[in-house]
């Protein structure tokens, strides 16, 4: 249960609108609502998946982020080139933190820039030659890339370059995939396009590559683990719990992903999808073309992890729904321990979140199992589905936000005065000069795994170190300040 009742919270909300024009306050209070676990659809109370409204701060990503940044980034073995200035790419390389093995340089390139770096001169004549002659160099350097991609920012789509031609001539010379992305940092709403677009991609340009292969030796047991990007280590500690439970895990990604592992993905028995919003796209098409059943599951907090391995369980037989009470059991002594160390310096505290992907709802329960509370939740670039879960997670009269901006964020803060803020990198120093415990929720403030029962350990350890730094009493929160 909310500390704050619905009254109090819906008129907060209007208390915030206050401060907008008649046009822009009409617009955003379509974007905030006041939680009711009983609504069947978000829709009767929330929207989402529209245009940020122009002079306010919104704290969205744009296509470009969503294609290369999240989808095609993480795919190790494969060169990701930043079709455009420098600047998107130096911004968006190695800024998540997905962790691959292998040797950086030579057969994974993560944690490389690749840009065409684009002058005035390729404004104005185009810049499709200079990104032949870039593939060309590429491809006598790093010889052991597996594929290339073309992820376009914004000046290509403003100037026309015919990026697809440059990639089939290529894909061609070298007998690899090289994709186009038109995912030009302004099209569409939010980072989500990017999302789209990517999975359009890999549905075109990757997965058909092994349709007509059948060397592949399955078992009954294979599974895929998509939407997981590996940040901080999350899909290590996510798959060995499928492990342990006895499924073979043939395609990861795309975090410390191949695009071999893209292209095994449709022969698995089932698709094991994680991050819903990003990857919902591809694990709908795999099941209308190949008819690989998918489900979404949740590795964050015991509590979750124990209800999400019996769920993926029941869809194999009793080997694997023994194996996954053999995992339970295995961890629960140690999830007992961490609890009983942690929660007691934990219980009550209110945590409020704004974040993308799945963690506005999927941290719900890690947090939960901590005794704290979600005062408040709201997501950058989600769709009306994803509202639909969040408000089964939520207690009643807690607060929901969609695409909220910096002022909006910040006055619920002031006013729920929560003891905890879960955002990204924009306002963490905001939070953290109020004197609020801050943790950064997109790529878990430089720690982790948060995922699976080790990631559990560490997301505690994080939570406490977090709130319970003697830091804070060196600061005051904007409320406990004299007038």
């Not at 919104?58 to 200035?85: E, F, L, N, Q």
């Not at 879960?422 to 963490?428: A, D, L, N, V």
Request: charged content about 30%; overall charge negative.
């Amino acid at each position: 249960m909310c500390a704050m009742k619905r009254d109090e919270a819906e008129a907060l909300i209007q208390e915030v609108l206050e401060v907008y024009p008649e046009k822009a306050r009409k617009d955003r209070a379509k974007h905030l609502t006041v939680n009711d676990p009983n609504v069947e659809q978000a829709k009767k109370c929330l929207v989402s998946n529209r245009k940020s409204v122009p002079g306010v701060m919104t704290i969205r990503g744009c296509a470009y982020a969503g294609s290369k940044g999240v989808v095609w980034g993480p795919i190790k073995d494969m060169i990701h080139i930043s079709h455009g200035p420098v600047g998107c790419g130096q911004y968006s390389r190695a800024g998540r933190r997905n962790y691959y093995t292998g040797h950086t340089g030579v057969n994974t390139f993560g944690t490389m820039n690749f840009t065409s770096d684009f002058q005035e001169k390729d404004i104005v004549f185009g810049g499709d030659k200079k990104l032949e002659k870039m593939i060309d160099e590429m491809e006598t350097l790093f010889p052991l890339n597996k594929g290339i991609s073309i992820q376009s920012e914004c000046p290509v789509g403003l100037i026309g370059d015919d990026i697809e031609s440059v990639a089939k001539k290529k894909t061609k010379e070298t007998d690899k995939p090289v994709v186009a992305l038109r995912c030009e940092g302004f099209r569409g709403v939010s980072q989500s396009l990017g999302h789209h677009i990517a999975n359009d991609a890999i549905r075109d340009s990757v997965l058909p590559r092994r349709d007509d292969d059948h060397s592949f030796e399955s078992t009954p047991y294979d599974v895929a683990l998509t939407g997981d990007y590996n940040i901080g280590g999350d899909a290590w500690a996510s798959r060995i719990l499928l492990e342990e439970m006895g499924l073979r895990v043939i395609a990861q990604w795309s975090g410390d992903g191949t695009i071999s592992e893209l292209e095994l993905a449709p022969k698995a028995k089932v698709n094991l999808l994680h991050c819903y919003r990003s990857m919902n796209y591809l694990a709908r098409h795999m099941e209308e073309k190949y008819g690989l059943p998918w489900m979404e599951y949740n590795f964050f907090g015991p509590t979750k992890i124990a209800e999400s391995l019996r769920k993926i369980a029941d869809l194999f037989d009793d080997k694997i729904k023994e194996g996954a009470e053999r995992v339970i059991e295995k961890y629960q002594s140690e999830m007992d321990a961490v609890i009983a160390k942690y929660r007691p310096r934990l219980e009550g505290r209110k945590v409020m979140l704004y974040v993308g992907g799945l963690r506005p709802r999927h941290v719900i329960g890690a947090y939960e199992d901590l005794g704290m509370e979600i005062v408040g939740a709201g997501y950058e670039f989600a769709h009306n589905d994803d509202y639909d879960r969040t408000i089964k997670e939520m207690g009643d009269a807690t607060l929901l936000y969609d695409d909220v901006t910096g002022y909006e964020l910040e006055e619920f803060v002031k006013r729920v005065r929560p003891d905890l803020v879960g955002s990204g990198i924009k306002e963490k120093y905001i939070f953290q000069k109020m004197g609020i415990p801050f943790r950064q929720m997109h790529s878990w403030d430089y720690s982790g795994p948060y995922h699976g029962y080790d990631g559990f350990a560490i997301f505690a350890r994080d939570m406490d170190m977090t709130l319970n730094n003697p830091c804070w009493d060196k600061l005051q929160a904007p409320w406990k300040k004299v007038a």
